[in-house]
Nanobody, 115 residues
């Protein structure tokens, strides 16, 4: 059974940091490109960051470049998103996504940036 379980979301003040994690199971993690997406009410889900199976290729949305870092640990079947210098506009539900021959989504974790 495939599972993507996000954790680490919460409330943080502007300028603060947060790390969200996604623990994967049920598929060959290292063969999958992993991504983080985010979505706010009434808006489409948008790509935040993507990392290839071996970590050699990484892409970021322009809005998060220089502030967010995606990484993965294939030994732990986990992908991370380190978020620094957070802004109120980063407030969203953050979703983990896995893609290879098939695609899977996690259930999402809420990140709220507010004073």
């Amino acid at each position: 059974q495939v599972q993507l379980v996000e954790s680490g979301g919460g409330l943080v003040q502007p300028g603060g940091s947060l790390r969200v994690s996604c623990a994967a199971s049920g598929f060959t993690f290292s063969s999958y490109t992993m991504s983080w997406y985010r979505q706010t009410p009434g808006e489409e889900r948008e790509l935040v960051a993507r990392i290839s199976g071996n970590g050699g290729s990484i892409n970021y949305a322009d809005s998060v470049k220089g502030r967010f870092t995606i990484s993965r640990d294939n030994g732990r079947n986990t992908v991370y998103l380190q978020m620094n210098s957070l802004k109120p506009e980063d407030t969203a539900v953050y979703y983990c996504h896995a893609r290879s021959f098939r695609a899977y989504w996690g259930q999402g974790t809420q990140v709220t940036v507010s004073s």
